[in-house]
């Protein structure tokens, strides 16, 4: 058997009601997209491109309008799954003050556990499980407000992983932190990907993000523009550039040097490999 | 500048007090308020201070720190006593003007006087000693039976401790705001009251503004953390009644009997 879908999105149609207009604000018509178990899935696109509207339908915060959302087989319109859903997609948003119910970590990341019913033994250790697991262990007492950006969005992430998911969707988890955060973010999703095998989909509008997914998949106006590995999609310059997107630094510089005349490999996107290459080439 | 609030006023420790369910705490601040209300002469009132002060003694909470809670209340006994003083018919000790001051006054004030200030210090104990977290467990807890009457008690405490969550975050929110007004050249300093009050709105629109647009995600990520209401909830932490709390509980019936012996006895 192959490996089992996490998600499959087939002809997903989709309008938000427009408060000014009579006309509704279309976003999805006709959209199709199909998610690995087990892989890590970056969504780039321009602001308004339909990045957290494809998010909140992966666990039923919004429903289509046509054609259908699956995640593990479950249809996300079934009313009798709601719980499930959840509990198998977990999501991660923005603003991690926004999403913190309790005054106490430890209190926070039993929320969802306490609301599936759990015992209390197996919520306490499913708590100390997933504090451990994005290294938050040593904080499960302290109050949220004293915790920095990366520290709070990394218990959010324990939050979310003490329902034991098998995917997790994060919309735009590092927007608001600072480089640090953002560094301790992306490790832990990395790793939780890895050691876990959690399927991760990632939205952001970081480039250096977008590289250490195993796919990216870029949106434009509800469409999908492109969608394969990094060094599939990055190389494709003009075509990120024409959605309003800024390519990574090395992919740009690579670009510009080909434009002039020399012979890069356009695929070379880590600084590590770009500069190798360069090196090579000067050597040469 | 906001920052300086305190909330909460709990004061962490682990003594017996500190440990006692929750429950028990609120359940023996309404004994010991009913008893207050029983007490008729110095006999009662004696027993209820020496209780309080018992209490007191075995939470390690300051004395200190317990009249500071009196203070905002000052007026207010002050008020009530000579209120007391003036107007009480009895023996008349002293006479002058349209004034007259009996025993009886003098002796019901110092009772009322004495009353407040067991009932505040009795009060504040509890918040000093209870998370309050801790106390929105207890609360729910002992509310219970009220959701048969279909009384959103889970609700209630689910406010409550969101709303206590949130007051840090809307603080530090307020101060920014502030910032942010002042130097676009907001002026909050000078000006009659009204015109102070007026200048406030330029911090309560963006701050009522944001709370919504902060209660709107914060509803969106509970629902996505599997929140449908209280049915079928579980705990972390369960509260369990042990034996210190049987205990406690006890006595506060004994000291309830006791006061309300003493006064059948007028005392």
């Not at chain 1, 250096?208 to 599939?232: C, F, N, S, W, Y």
């Not at chain 1, 690579?254 to 050597?283: R, V």
């Not at chain 2, 006692?20 to 309404?30: A, H, N």
């Not at chain 2, 309050?132 to 609360?139: E, R, S, V």
Request: charged share 20%; glycine share 6%; proline share 4%.
């Amino acid at each position: 058997m192959a490996v089992q879908k996490a998600v499959t999105i087939s002809d997903l149609h989709f309008a938000y009601p427009s408060q000014t207009e009579a006309e509704p604000l279309r976003i999805f018509d006709g959209l199709d997209l199909a998610i690995d178990e087990g892989s890590f899935v970056a969504v780039l696109g321009h602001n308004g491109c339909g990045k957290s509207t494809l998010a909140k339908h992966l666990n039923a915060i919004l429903l289509p309008e046509g054609g259908s959302v699956h995640v593990f087989g479950m249809d996300t319109k079934d009313e009798d799954l709601l719980l499930d859903i959840r509990r198998t997609v977990g999501m991660v948003f923005q603003n991690p003050d926004n999403q913190m119910v309790a005054n106490v970590v430890e209190e926070d990341v039993a929320f969802a556990p306490e609301n599936l019913g759990v015992p209390s033994g197996e919520i306490r250790r499913r708590v100390d499980d997933a504090l451990k697991a994005v290294g938050m262990y040593d904080y499960r007492k302290h109050a949220p407000h004293l915790l920095s950006g990366g520290q709070k969005q990394r218990v959010a992430i324990a939050g979310v992983i003490a329902m034991q998911p098998r995917c997790i969707v994060l919309d735009e988890p590092t927007a608001m932190l600072d480089p640090q955060g953002r560094e301790e973010v992306m490790r832990t999703v990395e790793r939780l990907n890895r050691e876990k095998g959690i399927t991760v989909v990632l939205i952001t509008h970081h480039m250096t993000e977008a590289i250490r997914a195993d796919r990216v998949i870029v949106m434009d106006r509800g469409k999908i523009l492109t969608d394969g590995t990094p060094k599939q999609v990055f190389p494709q310059v003009e075509l990120l550039k024409s959605a309003g997107l800024s390519v990574p630094a090395t992919t740009q510089l690579i670009y510009a040097l080909n434009e002039a005349g020399c012979a890069l490999p356009p695929d070379a996107l880590t600084t590590e490999e770009c500069a190798q290459a360069l090196y090579a080439m000067l050597k040469a | 500048m906001l920052k300086d609030i305190t909330l909460g006023q709990y004061f962490p420790g682990d003594t017996v007090i500190h440990r006692l369910d929750p429950r028990t705490k609120l359940l023996m601040v309404i004994v010991y308020i009913v008893a207050l209300f029983l007490c008729k002469w110095f006999v009662s009132y004696g027993v209820a201070l020496a209780f309080l002060a018992t209490v007191i003694i075995l939470s390690k909470i300051r004395l200190k720190a317990l009249f500071k809670g009196l203070k905002p209340l000052l007026i207010i006994i002050l008020f009530t006593a000579v209120l007391n003083i003036f107007y009480t018919d009895g023996t008349v000790l002293v006479e002058f003007w349209i004034f007259r001051i009996t025993r009886e006054g003098l002796i019901n004030a110092f009772f009322l006087v004495l009353r407040i200030m067991l009932l505040v210090m009795g009060t504040f104990l509890m918040t000093y000693t209870t998370s309050p977290i801790a106390l929105t467990d207890g609360l729910e807890s002992l509310l219970s039976p009220l959701k048969k009457l279909r009384f959103p008690v889970h609700e209630l405490a689910m406010m409550m401790s969101i709303a206590l969550r949130f007051i840090p975050t809307l603080i530090e929110e307020t101060d920014k705001i502030i910032s942010a007004q002042k130097a676009r050249g907001a002026d909050f300093e000078t000006g009659n009251i009204f015109r102070r009050a007026k200048a406030l709105i330029p911090i309560l629109v963006p701050l009522f503004v944001s709370a919504f647009r902060r209660a709107d995600e914060l509803a969106t990520a509970m629902e996505c953390r599997c929140y449908h209401g209280g049915k079928g909830r579980t705990k972390l932490k369960q509260l369990r009644y042990r034996r210190r709390d049987v205990l406690s509980l006890l006595l506060g019936a004994v000291l309830l009997g006791g006061i309300i012996t003493l006064r059948h006895f007028g005392l």
